[in-house]
């Protein structure tokens, strides 16, 4: 896997619109729920639970960059139980290095920890498959 800085800044389309974590496409956006990829509970054992309200709630609702919050399907949203890649990943295999880019690049932006499980498990996606994948890393809001 690669880091790299973001180079394209403005609008986004909305990661809702199209293929899911499941492959599936959704046209029913009720059929949809926002899923935070590093879960609350996550980001509180990795770091978060030494932050002020304040930068926890930047955390909670963070838009500065795509793979930080996401469209899901409801049925997506509970297989992964705020899980990390150790122990959940996407069902659809052509989902795994997104997901774990995305994964990887939250954690970076919020200066979040990674307990061992979860490094093995990035390092097993980072050495297979997803070696050619970019993780964006940007900066999280001040």
């Not at 809702?16 to 980001?43: C, I, K, M, Y």
């Not at 409801?74 to 997901?99: E, F, L």
């Not at 979040?112 to 498990?121: I, N």
Request: proline content about 6%; glycine content about 10%; aromatic content about 6%.
């Amino acid at each position: 896997m690669k880091v790299a800085r973001p180079v394209l800044r403005g609008p986004r389309r909305p990661r809702g619109h199209g293929a899911t974590r499941h492959g599936q496409t959704v046209t029913d956006p009720a059929a949809l729920r926002v899923d935070h990829v590093v879960s609350l509970n996550e980001a509180w054992e990795s770091g978060a639970s030494g932050w002020t309200t304040a930068r926890r709630e930047q955390f909670a609702n963070d838009l500065g960059s795509p793979g930080t919050l996401v469209a899901v399907t409801t049925r997506s949203q509970k297989d992964k139980a705020g899980r990390d890649p150790a122990g959940w990943v996407p069902s659809s295999s052509s989902q795994y290095c997104r997901y774990v880019a995305e994964w990887l690049g939250t954690k970076l932006r919020w200066g979040l920890t990674a307990d061992k499980d979860e490094v093995e498990t990035l390092k097993l996606f980072a050495d297979g498959p997803c070696e050619e994948t970019v993780v964006v890393r940007s900066k999280a809001p001040r």
